[in-house]
């Protein structure tokens, strides 16, 4: 049916606006690595602000990291005991790989980094590592399970995460954190026996989104077995569905709307 003005007569036609002329958020890229450094770190903060309006901080646990754009052989991470919601980029550490404070005056969590160390080793492509003690991600891992694909989101991790079937304790050797790398492989993912869930991006954005993705998925899974039986998305299926959601640019499009309200939010996180 043809819209008409109150008069009667035809209204125009609306003209589709050109593909070209529609703004899409894509990654940025810089001209230097330090102009890359301040990026990451204020993504860095803005993560854990967010991790902590989400409820994944327990106590002193958890770190994300990001790999230095410059020297890649260290890492900016959150020092040991600053609340999540009140991190800032100027208040991160700079760590070598083996753990040792090379710029700032605060202490880092030695047993938590081991486990990043040896992930960001392992993964040299990986830019950033995202670890913290979610309800639903320990819940799941307490059952020792690994993700089923009985959600669309569920989906991206088909096939794409592990499960390291082990607890020795809190991780505080190289060795330990080397297992824990192993077990991850090529992987996005990996759910710690006993433990939580750690994740692993191209990106601050991707890792925190694989994170904040993977723990709804557990809630998802937990709520659904307990309800009655899932049933799961076939093979196939699955994995076409990966195809489609299981990329960094993909978690790094859909962190988007996050990193808007934080940093409109939090603008503070910035400085």
Not at 193 to 213: E, K, P, Q, Y
Request: aromatic letters at 8%; one cysteine or more.
């Amino acid at each position: 049916m043809t819209e008409t003005t109150p008069a009667g007569t035809p209204l125009p036609v609306p003209v589709p606006i050109p593909v070209d002329q529609l703004h899409f958020a894509m990654p940025p890229e810089h001209e230097t690595p330090a102009e890359e450094r301040a990026y990451r770190k204020q993504r860095l903060a803005g993560a854990l602000r967010l991790f902590a309006r989400l409820g994944y901080e327990e106590g002193v646990a958890g770190h994300i990291s990001v790999r230095d754009p410059e020297v890649p052989d260290c890492f900016w991470v959150n020092p040991f005991g600053e609340p999540f919601a009140t991190m800032t980029a100027g208040k991160l550490i700079l760590v070598n790989g083996d753990g040792q404070v090379v710029r700032g005056t605060r202490h880092v969590n030695q047993a938590a980094f081991t486990v990043h160390a040896e992930v960001h080793r392992a993964r040299p492509e990986a830019v950033a590592v995202a670890h913290t003690h979610s309800v639903h991600g320990r819940a799941l891992a307490a059952l020792g399970e690994l993700l089923d694909p009985v959600t669309q989101e569920a989906c991206a991790f088909y096939e794409d995460h592990a499960l390291y079937d082990a607890y020795t304790g809190v991780a505080v050797d190289a060795q330990e954190g080397r297992r824990i790398a192993a077990a991850l492989g090529a992987y996005k993912a990996v759910i710690l026996r006993n433990h939580g869930l750690l994740t692993v991006g191209a990106s601050v954005d991707a890792a925190a989104w694989w994170f904040i993705s993977m723990e709804r998925c557990a809630q998802v899974q937990l709520t659904a077995r307990a309800a009655g039986k899932p049933l799961l998305i076939d093979h196939r299926d699955a994995l076409a569905t990966r195809e489609q959601l299981g990329s960094d640019l993909v978690a790094w499009i859909n962190y988007q709307p996050m990193w808007r309200q934080i940093a409109a939010a939090e603008p503070e996180l910035m400085s």
